[in-house]
């Protein structure tokens, strides 16, 4: 496993290479070495430094790491398109098993979440605590829509600054913090060779998510059922964290998750944040799931 280390006490993460599944190359990020693993998985289209905000918060507490999925920030490409979430629940199993990883707390957000709940119904006895920020096994409709039409409306994007391209996160996220959407603009891009800037991420995930509407209900209504499933299977204390203003997690969702599924679960809602709770209310995420991990 390469590592490139970071000077220690900056509060800046060691970056370094894991294997993944299929013998993928991912890409995981490290602010401290000690203690029980918490690990943090991002949402669609995001990256690992999304959680840069709250990972110095824990990493005097937790061994602390986020990881990049297969496709996204600077994890490698699948050539042969497997972006499944049981392929990237096998991502998490490799990583895990790569860097001695026998039992941990996992923070999920969006598409993380949904990988977070799919792990620890797989493997329940190895979650010592699990945090699902903003997701849940049904999607508010609302959502959905939106996610698909910015999808559909942008399939191979390029920008001319980091700056242009922030300016078109604002758009996907109105409450974002500017600090924090520069940072998604700054490590979600690459430069081409004629100068501008494209996503790292896989069109092939793009293209996925602009699938046909039929057979996208098809495959979400499996995922509602496997989530559903998976849920109920999870032993560890479990935070369900809802930003007020969401269009994805429905309180309706969010109450039965915690109410009549989970066996210990508990629910915090950020106010002033829509789906992206850290970046939208990053001191309002920080105070919710600072109670719960560092209780």
Request: hydrophobic share 40%.
């Given at each position: 496993?390469?590592?490139?280390?970071?000077?220690?006490?900056?509060?800046?993460?060691?970056?370094?290479?894991?294997?993944?599944?299929?013998?993928?190359?991912?890409?995981?990020?490290?602010?401290?070495?000690?203690?029980?693993?918490?690990?943090?998985?991002?949402?669609?289209?995001?990256?690992?430094?999304?959680?840069?905000?709250?990972?110095?918060?824990?990493?005097?507490?937790?061994?602390?790491?986020?990881?990049?999925?297969?496709?996204?920030?600077?994890?490698?490409?699948?050539?042969?398109?497997?972006?499944?979430?049981?392929?990237?629940?096998?991502?998490?199993?490799?990583?895990?098993?790569?860097?001695?990883?026998?039992?941990?707390?996992?923070?999920?957000?969006?598409?993380?979440?949904?990988?977070?709940?799919?792990?620890?119904?797989?493997?329940?006895?190895?979650?010592?605590?699990?945090?699902?920020?903003?997701?849940?096994?049904?999607?508010?409709?609302?959502?959905?829509?939106?996610?698909?039409?910015?999808?559909?409306?942008?399939?191979?994007?390029?920008?001319?600054?980091?700056?242009?391209?922030?300016?078109?996160?604002?758009?996907?996220?109105?409450?974002?913090?500017?600090?924090?959407?520069?940072?998604?603009?700054?490590?979600?891009?690459?430069?081409?060779?004629?100068?501008?800037?494209?996503?790292?991420?896989?069109?092939?995930?793009?293209?996925?998510?602009?699938?046909?509407?039929?057979?996208?209900?098809?495959?979400?209504?499996?995922?509602?059922?496997?989530?559903?499933?998976?849920?109920?299977?999870?032993?560890?204390?479990?935070?369900v964290v809802r930003g007020a203003a969401s269009d994805?997690?429905?309180?309706?969702?969010?109450?039965?998750?915690?109410?009549?599924?989970?066996?210990?679960?508990?629910?915090?809602?950020?106010?002033?944040?829509?789906?992206?709770?850290?970046?939208?209310?990053?001191?309002?995420?920080?105070?919710?799931?600072?109670?719960?991990?560092?209780?």
């Open positions: 496993m390469d590592e490139t280390p970071t000077e220690a006490g900056t509060g800046k993460p060691t970056s370094r290479r894991v294997p993944g599944a299929d013998g993928i190359s991912l890409h995981l990020l490290e602010w401290s070495h000690e203690g029980i693993p918490l690990l943090f998985l991002h949402g669609f289209g995001n990256e690992a430094h999304i959680w840069d905000d709250f990972a110095p918060v824990v990493a005097p507490h937790y061994r602390t790491l986020a990881l990049d999925h297969r496709g996204h920030g600077d994890s490698a490409w699948d050539e042969k398109g497997r972006y499944e979430h049981e392929t990237m629940v096998d991502d998490v199993e490799a990583v895990t098993d790569a860097l001695g990883i026998e039992r941990l707390v996992v923070v999920g957000h969006s598409l993380g979440g949904r990988i977070s709940t799919l792990f620890a119904g797989r493997h329940p006895e190895r979650l010592a605590g699990l945090v699902l920020v903003d997701i849940g096994p049904e999607v508010d409709p609302r959502g959905r829509m939106r996610i698909r039409q910015d999808v559909e409306s942008n399939v191979a994007p390029t920008f001319g600054s980091i700056e242009e391209y922030a300016r078109v996160l604002s758009l996907a996220y109105p409450a974002g913090r500017a600090d924090a959407l520069m940072r998604m603009a700054r490590f979600s891009l690459r430069s081409r060779d004629d100068g501008r800037l494209e996503l790292k991420m896989d069109p092939a995930l793009r293209g996925a998510m602009g699938s046909p509407a039929e057979d996208a209900e098809a495959q979400e209504a499996l995922m509602v059922r496997a989530q559903w499933d998976a849920l109920a299977r999870i032993t560890c204390p479990t935070l994805i997690l429905s309180p309706e969702t969010a109450d039965r998750m915690v109410d009549d599924v989970l066996t210990n679960g508990r629910l915090a809602i950020v106010p002033q944040a829509g789906h992206s709770v850290m970046t939208d209310n990053p001191e309002g995420f920080e105070a919710a799931v600072s109670e719960f991990v560092l209780a």
